[in-house]
Nanobody, 124 residues
């Protein structure tokens, strides 16, 4: 049974930081590209960042480049997203997922396994 459990969300003010974590089970985590996605109310779920299985390649949406950092610990089956300089536009539910494109790339898509997500709210 595939399980993805996101945590670390919260409410912060503009300019604040949060670190999201995602623990994965039921998948061969260390062999998969992984990504973070987010969905704001009334909007589609979009890719935020992707990391290859070995962590050597990372990609970011233009809106978060220079502010967010994705990383992973294959020994712990855990994916991370360090979010700095948060802006109100970053407010969304954040999800992690395995990614179909093993190389990541500028456009990446999730396999259809989702956790419950973790809410990030940034106030001005």
């Amino acid at each position: 049974q595939v399980q993805l459990m996101e945590s670390g969300g919260g409410s912060v003010q503009t300019g604040g930081s949060l670190r999201l974590s995602c623990t994965v089970s039921g998948l061969t985590f260390s062999a998969l590209a992984m990504g973070w996605f987010r969905q704001a109310p009334g909007k589609e779920r979009d890719g935020v960042s992707c990391i290859t299985w070995n962590g050597e390649t990372t990609t970011y949406a233009d809106s978060v480049k220079g502010r967010f950092t994705i990383s992973r610990d294959n020994a712990k089956n855990t994916l991370y997203l360090q979010m700095n300089s948060l802006e109100p536009e970053d407010t969304a539910m954040y999800y992690c997922a395995s990614v179909r494109e093993s190389w990541c790339g500028s456009l990446f898509h999730a396999h259809n396994y989702w956790g419950q997500g973790t809410q990030v709210t940034v106030s001005s």
